[in-house]
């Protein structure tokens, strides 16, 4: 059984900083991508940025130059820094794992979900 446990979420003032980590465990073959998706109310979740196994990045537009995604492969854990919040980052964070449990079982896998609420 594999499991995405996420940490570091909270209530911040607008400008601070928060990190999120979330470590993958239980019977993993290897790992892929990994990002951060996250839901507002009333909103679709979306992708917020996904980080490569060889450490490239992307981000959606509305962090770009604020949020800085890195893992560590051989902790099986993804980070995501987050400065300059803003209310409207105020939302649920889930981890996301695109692995394969075997050698040729390729599955996706969700973290339970970290609060982050960003006061004006």
């Known amino acids: 059984q594999v499991q995405l446990v996420e940490s570091g979420g909270g209530l911040v003032q607008a400008g601070g900083s928060l990190r999120l980590s979330c470590v993958a465990s239980g019977s993993i073959f290897n790992i892929n991508d990994m990002g951060w998706y996250r839901q507002a109310p009333g909103k679709q979740r979306e992708l917020v940025a996904a980080i490569t196994s060889g450490g490239r990045a992307n981000y959606a537009d509305s962090v770009k130059g604020r949020f800085t995604i890195s893992r560590d492969n051989a902790r099986k854990t993804v980070y995501m820094q987050m400065n300059n919040l803003k209310p409207e980052d105020t939302a649920v964070y889930y981890c996301?794992?695109?692995?394969?449990?075997?050698?040729?079982?390729?599955?996706?896998?969700w973290g339970q979900g970290t609060q982050v609420t960003v006061s004006s």
């Open positions: 996301n794992a695109d692995l394969w449990i075997t050698s040729f079982t390729r599955t996706q896998y």
